[in-house]
């Protein structure tokens, strides 16, 4: 099966902007989707397909991708966005049933 | 409004089974794909199964012959079941829908997660 890689942890200063990539070859075939999940909560998907925000995301969330790799762009980031955050995609080798995620990366606001 | 609620998790002796339940209001499970996810304490998101709208299911390569998806439609919810359960298969697990339209195995509501700790 396939694997999606992140960075285990990443830090940004209040009010700043911060990019978190999620690599994987599942990417050139599948858009990645994102979720935010904070502790003891059920994860959140906030970017889905190209770039698209569920109701009630902010627009300060954002997602792009390019060749295998992923980004969740977080612009001007508050304090309620320090949590874990998961990219995942639909599996492209062998079984395509199969999902993938990504190991996580826990965003620190400073 | 969509709600997705699981049941069924406790504690169970290695080589026991399970069988989780994730009731769903606000949507039709059999319309939908319908995937569970668990995580592991202190770990991230690992899928686990889906089944499809038509009926097909797949699995992840860890739970591949001891776990079943399954849904009743009469009842709206989606099953489990776990056999031969590991120390290892100690998780959250959490039932989610995916969202309609989309092949990416996106997941835009989600269950508040049952807990199943496997332990002699």
């Known amino acids: 099966s396939s694997e999606l890689t992140q960075d285990p942890a990443v830090s940004v200063a209040l009010g700043q902007t911060v990019r978190i990539t999620c690599q994987g070859d599942?990417?050139?075939?599948?858009?990645a989707s994102w979720y935010q999940q904070k502790p003891g909560q059920a994860p959140v998907l906030v970017i889905y397909?190209?770039?698209n925000r569920p109701s009630g995301i902010p627009d300060r969330f954002s997602g792009s991708s390019s060749g295998n790799t992923a980004s969740l762009t977080i612009t001007g980031a508050q304090a309620e966005d320090e949590a874990d955050y998961y990219c995942?995609?639909?599996?492209?080798?062998?079984?395509?049933?199969?999902?993938?995620f990504g190991g996580g990366t826990k965003l620190t606001v400073l | 409004e969509v709600q997705l609620v699981e049941s069924g998790g406790g504690l169970i002796q290695p080589g026991g089974s399970l069988r989780l339940s994730c009731a769903a209001s606000?949507?039709?499970?059999?319309?939908?794909?319908m995937s569970w996810v668990r995580q592991a304490p202190g770990k991230g998101l690992e899928w686990v199964s889906v089944?499809?709208?038509?009926?097909?299911?797949y699995y992840a390569d860890s739970v591949k012959g001891r776990f079943t998806i399954s849904r009743d439609n009469s009842k709206n919810t989606l099953y489990l079941q776990m056999n031969s359960l590991r120390a290892e298969d100690t998780a959250v697990y959490y039932c989610?829908?995916?969202?309609?339209?989309?092949?990416?195995?996106?997941?835009?509501?989600w269950g508040q997660g049952t807990l199943v700790t496997v332990s002699s």
């Open positions: 989610a829908r995916e969202v309609k339209g989309y092949s990416s195995g996106s997941f835009d509501y």
């Open positions: 606000g949507f039709t499970v059999s319309s939908n794909y």
């Open positions: 089944i499809y709208s038509g009926g097909s299911t």
């Open positions: 599942s990417l050139r075939s599948y858009y």
């Open positions: 397909g190209k770039n």
């Open positions: 995942n995609s639909r599996d492209s080798s062998g079984n395509h049933g199969d999902v993938v």
